[in-house]
């Protein structure tokens, strides 16, 4: 029984959704074409409708609850915490704050030692760009196509996908580049290793072109998430390092999705042994259970701001809530091998049941992915690469899509899809029967896209 004193009883999906309808604003929405699901509970992997059906959660919501939902310890701290001290402002130190920021240090890549606490992801990158800024005296932000790095308006103008478009024209100075990509290469490559050296010589080229000492940072995920899960080739990653080093430019590598646990690492880029300057997070520092984001800061740009003032702050840097829930959070990643657990689903479970798919989908184009961030790509055609719906594709265009996304949830699974891609990004504790009872739910809906392949 869930009592607001309003009189509605929200123990039925129906005023919880007449409610939503008419009051409730959603995001990247037309609000008349949408139907949100009423969700009742949500426990590990999985979700509840108020009919008692489950899902299973495929996405992990937003690709940020990394250790499933409503996890009993991570619950306890948050009760514990607001027993303690609700909230407190930035200015003030804090128990929860403080030993949030020294494990944060403590598994980032050394000489990374202080954190500047948000609360979310695209103020994170709002303020790396704003710290690469005024670290270097320089102003342009170089940014991938084929990225998303939030849609506040900093944020979004470094977005290279079509979110960005509506908020156009944005914050000066931003240039895009191109990735790798290697599926689709842009450069006309035919091995990973042409496409990072071909896409790092157009980044230099880009630079070149903008001028060497106009630029202040190059933003980029360390694995794209949104826009495909586009794993770096072997050499991109160290060869943007080196870029950075070469023109004194702030290597900001944007973790927001990729960081803490997804792909089986603490940081997506430690992977690669690559240390950028600054490494934006948010989502699975704490699952989400209290909105948190935040910015680790090299020891040489901390040091820009021992003597000068950072301009920027938010009332809830830091909030002691949301960094009790991280603490906890990267305490119970120890504690469960949250990293192990990510990496042993992506080598033993996923990867091989994708390639078998792989095998019986002609409408499989390329599979790709680490730990638990996967994509698969759909194509009508092999040979040419035809994605199964066009770039950006809306209403009839995206129909395929979308009825392969209803028949995987008919199947009581929860997944997340974008243009012509399926993702699989289940909580990284998910056991292995259960992420191959989603890939099941996947296999069969693709019977869909292989109706379409010509
Ligand atoms: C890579 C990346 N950066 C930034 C963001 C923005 O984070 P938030 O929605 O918490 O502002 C996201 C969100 O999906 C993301 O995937």
């Given at each position: 029984?869930i009592d ?9 999906k129906?005023?919880?959704h007449a409610s ?13 074409l ?7 509970r ?13 899902y ?5 919501q937003?690709?940020?609850v ?5 996890h009993?310890?991570?619950v ?19 128990a ?13 890549p050394?000489g ?10 695209a103020?994170a ?5 704003r710290?690469a800024?005024l ?14 790095h939030g ?5 979004i103008?470094?977005?290279?996908d079509p ?13 895009h ?6 599926y689709r ?12 050296e071909?896409a790092?010589a ?11 000492d106009?630029?202040a ?11 495909g899960?586009?794993v770096?080739p072997?050499?991109y ?27 089986g ?6 992977r ?12 699975g ?12 800061i ?12 950072y ?6 840097s ?5 960094t ?10 120890k504690?469960?091998d ?8 992506g080598?033993?479970v996923i ?12 409408s499989i ?10 994509a698969?790509?759909l ?7 035809e994605?199964l ?10 129909k395929?899509?979308?009825d ?7 199947q009581g ?9 399926v ?6 504790n998910?056991?292995?029967?259960d ?7 996947i296999?069969?809906?693709l019977?869909i896209?292989d109706?379409?392949?010509?």
């Open positions: 029984m607001f004193n309003s009189g509605l009883s929200y123990d039925s129906d005023a919880v939503d309808r008419a009051h409730v604003f959603h995001s990247w929405s037309a609000q008349k949408i139907n949100p699901l009423p969700i009742a949500a426990e590990g992997s999985w979700i509840y409708d108020y009919d008692g059906n489950s299973l959660d495929f996405s992990s937003l690709m940020n990394n250790i499933g939902h409503q009993p310890q991570l306890a701290a948050i009760q514990e915490a607001a027993g303690r001290l609700c909230t407190i402002a930035p200015f003030h130190a804090n929860d704050r403080s030993e949030a920021a020294r494990l944060i240090a403590e598994v980032a050394d990374m030692n202080k954190v500047f606490f948000t609360s979310g992801g103020e990158n709002e303020n790396a760009i710290m800024r670290h270097t005296g320089r102003r342009k932000i170089l940014a991938m196509q084929r990225s998303y849609a506040t308006h900093g944020a103008a470094l977005t290279g979110r960005r478009w509506a908020s156009e024209p944005s914050i000066s100075g931003v240039v580049f191109w990735g790798p990509y290697p290469s842009s450069f006309h490559a035919e091995t990973p290793e042409q496409e990072a071909r790092l157009h980044l230099e080229e880009t630079i070149m072109f903008e001028g060497r106009n630029v940072a190059i933003i980029l995920e360390s694995v794209v998430g949104t826009n899960i586009l770096p072997p050499g990653l160290e060869g943007v390092r080196d870029i950075c080093d070469r023109y004194g430019i702030v290597m900001i590598a944007d973790e927001v999705m990729a960081g803490f646990g997804r792909i690492e603490w940081f997506a880029i430690q690669w042994g690559v240390t950028p300057d600054l490494i934006c997070f948010a989502k520092v704490n699952s989400g259970y209290v909105p948190l984001g935040g910015v680790i090299s020891d040489e740009i901390a040091a820009t701001f021992d003597e000068r003032a301009p920027g702050g938010l009332t809830y830091g909030h002691p809530l949301a009790a829930a991280a603490v906890a959070s990267i305490n119970i990643f504690d469960e949250i990293l192990g657990q990510a990496q042993r689903l080598t033993d990867a091989p049941e994708l390639e078998a798919m792989k095998q019986r989908h002609a184009g390329e599979v790709r992915g680490l730990g638990v961030f996967w698969i790509e194509v009508r055609n092999r040979e040419t690469r994605m719906v066009p770039y950006n594709a809306a209403g009839a265009a995206a395929p899509m979308a392969v996304v209803a028949a995987i949830r008919e699974v929860w997944c997340f899809a974008h243009f012509n891609r993702h699989i990004t289940p909580p990284c998910t056991s292995p029967e992420v191959r009872t989603g890939l099941a739910a296999d069969k809906a019977e896209a109706a379409l392949v010509a």
